[in-house]
């Protein structure tokens, strides 16, 4: 007998630019896939970095995108056809978004039961993927509320070079709040050390601190992410660090991270 699979939903999440959510987002899905596991990736953020990762030059002329499917579930209207929206690399499929979801972000402010707009798009999806990744934007605003309110999970990237105590505990309040008034069964899979040069004084003190302040209540990944100039070079080409350079450092550490993760929700 056949079983369908339910999705993990993880949101990747921290308030603080450039952490390295979105080369998460993208090459943990790829690690994933390379374990065999089927993984839809969310572009939630108006950037749409992730979608440019996917290979998307233009993602301002996308005929559909997340912006489309926000609005048709904000008006009641049929949401659109997945085939009109999502885009596939092997076992990995992508909702696109644009500058356009900025102003769904606008119009989620005016909409009663904002907070589950995401979640009833991607709760009938969960059926089609193991894992479900949600890319956020550095803010805590309406996106990465209906991001966490449609998840099981959320994986926090911190960069040690750019860290600080005050942001990371206002990105745990939020989550306390989503579980408390939205959803739940949310719960913090771990702390991702990214960019991490191994030998720098500022990376052994941060870690350090992380560790004390936060090792007692939330899972920090044995994996850590290295700092790379192959991450630039892999992006350039946009291209997984699992195609462009697999034996890299820090495609390796994605690949062990995504390992460490699969045997975590196992437990
Ligand atoms: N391990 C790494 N080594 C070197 N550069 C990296 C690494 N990870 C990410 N980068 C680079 O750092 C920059 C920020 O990364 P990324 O876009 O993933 O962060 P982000 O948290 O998604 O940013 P934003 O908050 O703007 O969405 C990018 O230019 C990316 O190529
Ligand atoms: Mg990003």
């Known amino acids: 007998m056949t079983t369908t699979p339910q999705a993990t939903t993880i949101t990747i999440a921290n308030q603080k630019g450039g952490t390295g959510k979105t080369t998460t987002a993208y090459n943990l899905a790829h690690a994933l896939s390379h374990e065999g596991k089927k993984v839809l990736l969310v572009d939630f953020d108006p950037q749409g970095n992730l979608t440019l990762c996917f290979g998307i ?44 979801l900025s102003v769904s972000e606008i119009n989620l402010r005016d909409e009663m039961g904002s907070d589950k707009i995401l979640t009833s798009l991607l709760e009938p999806m969960k059926e089609n993927y193991d894992y479900i990744l949600i890319d956020t934007n550095p803010s805590l605003g309406l996106l990465t509320i209906n991001a966490l309110a449609a998840s099981d999970r959320v994986l926090i990237p911190v960069n040690p070079q750019l860290w600080s105590a005050t942001g990371l505990t206002q990105l745990l309040n939020i989550i306390v709040k989503v579980k408390k008034r939205i959803n739940p069964s949310i719960r913090i899979e771990g702390i ?46 946009s291209q997984s660090l699992l195609s462009y350079h697999p034996k890299s450092k820090v495609s390796m550490a994605y690949q062990d991270f995504a390992k460490e993760m699969i045997q975590h929700g196992q437990q």
């Open 57 to 100: 030059k233009q993602p301002d002329k996308l005929s559909v995108s997340m912006c489309n499917i926000l609005d048709a579930i904000m008006s009641d209207k049929t949401i659109p056809a997945a085939e009109t929206f999502l885009h596939s690399q092997g076992k990995i499929d992508l909702i696109p978004s644009n500058i356009e």
């Open 192 to 237: 991702l050390m990214t960019m991490c040069d191994f030998r720098t004084n500022l990376y052994k003190e941060s870690f350090r601190l992380i560790k004390d302040h936060y090792g007692e209540i939330i899972r920090i990944f044995d994996s850590q992410i290295p700092m790379s100039v192959t991450v630039g070079e892999a992006n350039f080409y």
